[in-house]
């Protein structure tokens, strides 16, 4: 097997990847804070851990993954003060935080099927893990790595000797960058809230230190135990969650467990718009149904999205859409062709189409165990594709061969998903019918239309969110 290498942003280097335990791999990934409707920006890391995993399946192992979704304790400018993201959203719109963070979980959900994301094991909310967040939180007081104030707990940096490792700040560095002392309740000017006081606050909870909310950065440090435990092997997200916040995450989990937290930590490099920042003022934050909206297909979209590699920031341009367009084309030809040709009399399989199969693949393969080098990748698909177009007439069993082949890769790119507009509505209907018979508890007619779809060549995918994702077999 070939072996996988992987910059580990904590290490700044390239390591070889070694799982904690034999098989398999556990991976968390920053998710969203839904207080707006997700933009193509957003989607670059969430993109980027999609392939990860995609391709860690590919070489064997089992993946458990975990993204969590922030639906509190979030500040503006991702700051240590001021107002709640999803608070201040509330506000606008006149409505509940919690109500708020529903239709943006469900915007996330649907622009994630858009780009035939393969769900999370798990999607936990920040609100629906407060007693474990108490918990950790009381355990570092315990052992003095936080204190209290009034109502508020903080977290000392000066007690943890690798703080800044990940970010390559010094709190030396950090403390003579501080112009204003914004909060005189902490001992040090870069000490981080784990438990925050505020009446103001629309969300509030029962706590050892009076009523209030979570700090941002203990919430992934919460959630991840839970469900991945004292250790795991990777942690996403985008480069600008380095610092504050993944340095904070920690500092929170190493401290309060006194192991080693996460194996590699890996980010994506930000995405530009023409050449330009993202940002609402400059009207370039487009959402993944806009694109659609303008006349891309989402496949194409993904594609983009993916097709440079995670550590290079990316400039996203109409023309680069267009051009993935065109490159997702050439590979739904290819397979077309391969299906075609399926139905051919069947023979013997040259030792050439054998070769070309296992020789793009291998090369496929390397470069993705090359630090997730998506371009090598692609480049070889390509040529494999061009090799493919060269031979001409090929019996089902040689065509059988290269779909094979393609299917592979295609497992790791997720490019040649159908359209729910291309599923015929009789498959549409049973779905929603099997939803219907789910939300009834209505098990056995649940198991009944699944089982109906497949009969019609369709396979149904469950998503969270009372969501549901057709696939032509």
Known sequence: MTDIRFYNTFSKKIETFTPIKP????LYS???TVYSHPHIGNFRSFLMADLLKRFLKFKGFAVTHIMNITDVGHLLADAEEGADKLEEEARKQQK???????I?????????????MEPANSFPRATEHIDEMIKMVETLVEKGYAYVVGHNVYYDITKFERYGKLSGNTIDDLNAGARVEVNSEKRNHQDFALWKHDPMHLQQWDSPWGKGFPGWHIECSAMSMKYLGKSFDFHTGGEDNIFPHHECEIAQSEGATGKKWVNYWMHGRFLLFDGEKMSKSKGNLYTIQELIEKGFKKSAIRYALISSHYRQNYNFTFDGLKAAQQAVEKFQQCVTMLKEAS???SGAVRESITGTAEQYLAEFDAALSDDLNISKALGACFDLIREVNKVGDLNSDEAKVLLETFAKIESVLGILYEDRSDIPEEIVALAEQRLAAKADKDWAAADRLRDEIAEKGYIL??????????KQK
Do not use: H, T, W
Not at 96 to 102: F, M, S, T, V, W
Not at 104 to 116: G, R, T, V
């Open 343 to 345: 139905g051919n009399d």
């Open 23 to 26: 098989g398999k791999v556990k």
């Open 96 to 102: 509940d935080p919690l109500e708020i963070a529903q």
């Open 461 to 470: 995918e469950d998503v969270p969110g009372g969501k549901f994702r057709i």
């Open 104 to 116: 943006y979980i469900d915007s996330f959900m649907q622009a994630s099927e858009l780009l035939n």
């Open 30 to 32: 920053c998710g969203p």
